[in-house]
């Protein structure tokens, strides 16, 4: 009954000339190569937070290995103990300790204790960790029981208890291998059970079923198509796992248990500085600048390096 | 419920009727790194009550982001940029959020697309109900709220509703849930129901059933429904007026009926010929007409999305279908899965067939019927409980491992998600290479010249070596892994739900490239679907499976021209489109 004040049933059609058909799923790729790590790149490039702490990294990777052009110390140059706690003077801009060696000389020189450790730790993490982590998260079963057990049971002492244990049995032999895989050995469970749930999640995929049925044998199965596609949060896992081992270093030179003082350490050094705060605070203040500013490089890195490879987070932005 | 009606009878005999809803000149943007992007453009659409509307088109044509709009649900950057969304008179573009939420749910309810994921798991079903039910304030007081959720999850067609409350939804099936959802967004008893794809994720009898069901509740309550779909046959078939959308725009908009008859704009006339519901229904038409449509399109590339030339183009190829050898043959094919806790499962049972050479063969059945399972056994993913494959006369079980890497070239799959099934990490040629790699395919050079030439096969540019996939579309993707399907020569193709994740014209494209390719290289296809629809374009066979039998085998005509079983029968039914006379 109401059919005729209903005027809008007329059949409408939109002018052609505003409204053009385009070809049917016409293939628009131009520009740029665009994957996983092209995109991360990109989107890398923009951030401020990533050159920063690229560039802090880049000046103390320089500082460890050439500690020469920084300053002229020598680094087995003994301390007079006539500086001792002087101030500041032409050639030595920190000062001096009240052992009276120069304190900057001592940064530069310690910025290579330090990274090397990072960077053995790092590798030792790795190779362990991916080991344990892909064969566990791939294969299942028992070879994930036997070898996720042995995860947690380093994973549940803490790397610092295990370490100071280590190098107190180990006390005749203490360098910085000896220390790095005292830290090394009991940090990787972390890194491997990440990678582990994300090998998980990355085996039921598509593309492996499609690759099994194409003929690709379980292991080649496994390094070329899952490892890359799960390897992304290892690698901020990683990074910032390396400011971690700096840290542990530090922290067992400090106490004591870490490099001895023949070794020229961040950890040391602040160690030293402690026994002589009051009077001049700024032993202590400069080395642990150096050690924070390291270790903030490499998590601000692990950081924009997260954001920039997890694609649930860029997919919200 | 019988407010609403003497409403609009009052409103009807008042003369000139106030249109519940009226959208005039609507523009969305969504805010993005490059500025702004226009989502909806220019739309305007007028609504009475009790009338039914469904706005169609494909992925990204805005018709989500319209009715999303409406109810100021548009997700992350969106925002209305120009326009009036008039509810019953009052611009609902200038209202306050508050004012939002009273709308919301009151006068227009709403029910989302996904019935897995809309429901809360960690709350029973009763709970969820009646948190819709108090926030809308349809009823107070606990068992009041109560006797209000029994009501209205008895209204949306649940059994047993009183002990249906303390349940949680995984105790629920997909269809179940799509009901409950129906439910609370018809607590309130809204002027308006808003339905994004409410059955897209459910199988195509429990859509029916349901769709049946929402036809009726809303007929009863003079709810006025808006209902988006990407389904020019289900659309037509449910909703009064039709609005076709492309690229943020309406192109066609007027009765069902007259759009589905008479199309006017080529992409209409685009989705008419591609929609295999439609196009089913034209098969049969002309079947018994003796007749061909095929001018349907008049625009160049239309004939190659027309599925019934597809259909004829098949045909004419298939001059020497008769007595050919098989090249699969599955005899008492069985998988038995032990579930934890619960005993066996019988996922496939004695399942038989043969698929002759060249020819294609559909298994069709709902989820959980086993056709996947049965696939996944013929690419050896799976083994079998029970049961002889023989391929090319040569027995699956029992094969040496060799032997089994040597038959794995004869015999290539494509799965269903063109999303998930390519390496986002290797660029196109190398995908397509892998096959050729791994089963040590000529040398590095003739690789190459193949990859370029499997790329012609599927008409797409050979540029795209150096490219990887998320640069394309899903379609373009499906291209992508049937080439690489293909790069060993294979004979057969196995096609799991290969082009159900895609729109209609890119699904029609597909088919057609599939067809084209059978034809050229005398492929032998085991084309596994839910969509009895597209079966009979692309199938010389069909046989249907439930709950892990084959209830029906025969050939595509026989089971559309005179189906044995009632099964078989209600899945025809289920097709979308059925009861629309067409002018074809």
Known sequence: ?317 | MTDTNTTTASAAESGAERPILEIKDLQVGFQTQNGMVTAVDGVNLTLYRGQSLAIVGESGSGKSTTAHAIINLLPGTGRITRGQILLDGKDLTKVSKREMESIRGRQVGFVPQDPMSNLNPVWSVGFQVEEAIRANGVAKGKQAVRERAIQVLKQAGLQDAERRLKQYPHQFSGGMRQRVLIGIGLSADPQLLIADEPTSALDVTVQRVILDHLETLTRDLGTTLVFITHDLGLAAERAEQLVVMYKGRIVESGPSVEILQNPQHPYTKRLVAAAPSLASRRIEASASLDQAETDLTGDVAGDSLDLVATLEARHDTDSVAAAKESAIIVEDLTKVYKIRGSGDFTAVDKVSFQIPRGTTMALVGESGSGKSTVAKMLLKLEEPTSGEITIDGKRLNGLSSKDAFALRSRMQPVFQDPYGSLNPLMNIGNLIAEPMKVHKFGDRDSRRARVHELLDQVSLPTSLVTRYPNELSGGQRQRIAIARALALKPDIVVLDEAVSALDVLVQAQILRLLADLQAELDLTYLFITHDLAVVRVIADNVAVMQKGRIVETATTDEVFGNPTQQYTRDLLAAIPGANIPLGL
């Open chain 1, 1 to 317: 009954m109401s059919s005729n004040t209903r005027s809008n049933a007329a059949h409408y059609v939109a002018p052609i000339e505003e409204t053009p058909l385009v070809a049917v799923d016409s293939v628009k790729a131009s520009g740029r190569v665009s994957n996983l790590w092209t995109d991360a790149w990109a989107d890398l490039r923009k951030r401020p937070m990533f050159w920063i702490s690229s560039v802090l990294i880049v000046l103390i990777t320089f500082v460890a290995l050439f500690p020469g052009l920084f300053t002229s110390e020598p680094p087995s140059s003994g301390c007079y103990l006539e500086n001792s706690n002087g101030g500041p003077e032409a050639g030595h801009p920190l000062g001096f300790t009240k052992q009276g060696c120069d304190v900057f000389s001592r940064i530069v020189h310690g910025a290579a204790t330090s990274l090397s450790v990072g960077i053995i730790v790092t590798i030792l993490i790795l190779v362990l960790g991916i080991t344990f982590g892909a064969l566990a998260g791939f294969y299942g079963g028992w070879v994930d029981s036997v070898l996720s057990r042995v995860g947690d049971i380093f994973f549940s002492i803490p790397y610092i208890l295990a370490a100071v244990v280590v190098m107190s049995v180990l006390s005749q032999y203490r360098n910085v291998f000896v220390i790095a895989l005292a830290i090394g050995l009991f940090a990787w469970p972390s890194t491997s059970r990440v990678l582990r749930a994300e090998i998980l999640r990355v085996k039921n995929s598509d593309y492996v079923m499609s690759a099994t049925a194409i003929g690709v044998s379980r292991f080649k199965i496994l390094l070329r198509h899952v490892l890359p596609n799960s390897i992304a949060p290892v690698i901020v896992v990683t990074t910032i796992g390396l400011a971690g081992a700096i840290v542990a270093e530090a922290t067992l030179s400090f106490l004591g248990v870490g490099l001895p003082n023949t070794i020229m350490s961040w950890g040391n050094d602040i160690s030293a500085a402690q026994r002589d705060l009051r009077n001049n605070p700024m032993t202590l203040i400069y080395p642990s600048i150096a050690l924070s500013l390291t270790v903030l490089s490499f998590i601000m890195l692990g950081e924009v390096l997260r954001d920039a490879l997890d694609p649930k987070a860029r997919a919200t932005r």
